[in-house]
């Protein structure tokens, strides 16, 4: 008998705190995250919409936003995976070759048509097209146009190509992805007429994730100079991924240069290689990036340039190229939901999401937007600890220890 009480209190104690340990778990108390943004206009008949992180979430968040969650109108979490944006992922490219149409000039300008070759039967959709220039050293500022009877012609965009001792840069990266079948190349105030020879066209999904993760901010930065070379400290408070530092400059010059990312309190090389900027003609060739060889997160950069006898450049302004996460998550008609984010306690969640996410990305997914952050008010109230849950257990455990004993009382009585 006293066995079998013995098992009947150890039952309803494990039943009662396995409740409450369900309830913490789906029920996740809003005050433990400092900030959280709204996610608003998520429109369409998805099953899944999307958001992308923005500077705010990068600077309050984890460094690996393990604490980013979801909450629905109910405070439970909704299960969620992040696309990580990176100029590094994997390339699936289709190449187009073209056969020329016609050319012609127009006062100083030079025509050159051409036909897109597709290699099947599929339609051209093409984001980045190369040019052969049959010159040693050229600078164009040239204009592309398309069209789809090689009558009608949509202008495209103005671009500047160029070769100019070592530095060529003869390709161009479009806005967005194009289907027009033909292309017009001008070439602006071709003096030497020049002939365009050749046109290569691609489809980048590299260039196509650039056009959707990339994003663009100015950095503040200060600048040294001293024994013949200067060295810029470049500040990133938000932490961002960044793939690509510029500089804005004036002047011809042409140095070596060295980037360095304070990481641990430790420097770290991260990439080396040359800034060059030549005027011809007051047109400018210039190649003024600081290529990272993947993207970092540093708080601060050391940007050191050779300067040898040459006075310092002159860079009126720095900013950088970087990357965010997409999140995409599950919703139901008529939910609301909001972002949270800033938990030391958090732990990375682990989600069924993860395991079919490549199927998800091929639907059509809600596009959503991040609404302005609010910061949780820190007060004695919301930081003092939170005792609900153990009181609401010890009384768990008194209560069924008395039932435990009333029931034993009659069961002897009875006997």
């Not at 490219?93 to 300008?109: A, C, H, L, R, W």
């Not at 290569?200 to 100079?225: D, G, W």
């Not at 090389?269 to 900027?277: E, F, I, K, Q, R």
């Not at 989600?351 to 199927?359: F, G, S, V, W």
Request: proline fraction near 3%; hydrophobic fraction near 35%; glycine fraction near 4%.
């Amino acid at each position: 008998m006293r066995k079998a009480i013995v098992g009947m209190l150890v039952f309803i104690i494990l039943f009662f705190n396995g409740l409450t340990t369900v309830a913490e778990g789906n029920l996740q108390p809003p005050q433990e995250w400092l900030y959280q943004k709204d996610i608003q206009q998520v429109q369409g008949s998805s099953n899944y919409a999307f958001v992308f992180l923005d500077m705010e979430v990068y600077g309050h968040a984890a460094a690996n936003l393990s604490d980013v969650r979801v909450m629905n109108s109910q405070n439970q979490f909704v299960p969620y995976y992040l696309v990580k944006g990176s100029s590094n992922s994997e390339v699936v490219s289709q190449d187009y070759q073209s056969t020329f149409v016609q050319s012609f000039i127009n006062e100083s300008n030079t025509y050159h048509d051409f036909k897109i070759v597709s290699p099947t039967k599929q339609d051209v959709l093409l984001n980045k097209i190369a040019l052969r220039i049959n010159s040693q050293s050229y600078l164009f500022n040239t204009e592309v146009y398309g069209s789809h009877d090689n009558l009608n012609w949509s202008i495209v965009g103005s671009y500047k190509v160029y070769k100019v001792d070592n530095n060529e840069r003869n390709t161009i990266d479009f806005a967005q992805s194009l289907k027009y079948p033909y292309y017009r190349i001008v070439l602006l105030n071709n003096g030497d007429k020049s002939i365009l020879l050749g046109l290569t066209a691609q489809y980048s999904e590299k260039v196509e994730r650039y056009q959707q993760f990339a994003r663009t901010i100015p950095l503040q930065f200060s600048s040294n100079s001293e024994n013949r070379t200067t060295k810029i400290l470049i500040k990133n408070p938000y932490l961002l991924n960044i793939e690509t530092i510029k500089l804005k400059t004036s002047g011809n010059f042409y140095r070596y240069y060295k980037l360095q990312g304070l990481v641990d309190n430790v420097w770290r090389d991260v990439s080396s290689g040359t800034l060059y900027a030549t005027n011809i003609n007051n047109d400018v060739a210039e190649d003024t990036r600081v290529e990272l060889s993947s993207l970092q997160s540093c708080q601060e950069y050391n940007l050191v340039i050779s300067d040898q006898d040459d006075k310092p450049i002159n860079i009126s302004e720095v900013e950088a190229v970087y990357f965010v996460d997409k999140l995409v998550f599950a919703v139901e008609p008529g939910e609301s939901y909001r972002l949270v984010y800033d938990n030391v306690k958090a732990e990375r969640p682990i989600y069924d999401i993860e395991n079919y996410k490549a199927k998800i990305e091929k639907t059509n997914i809600a596009e959503a937007a991040l609404g302005p952050e609010n910061a949780r008010e820190v007060n004695k109230a919301a930081d003092s600890p939170n005792y609900g849950p153990k009181i609401f257990n010890a009384l768990i455990i008194i209560t069924s220890i008395c039932l435990v004993i009333i029931i034993g009382r009659k069961i002897k009585f009875k006997g």
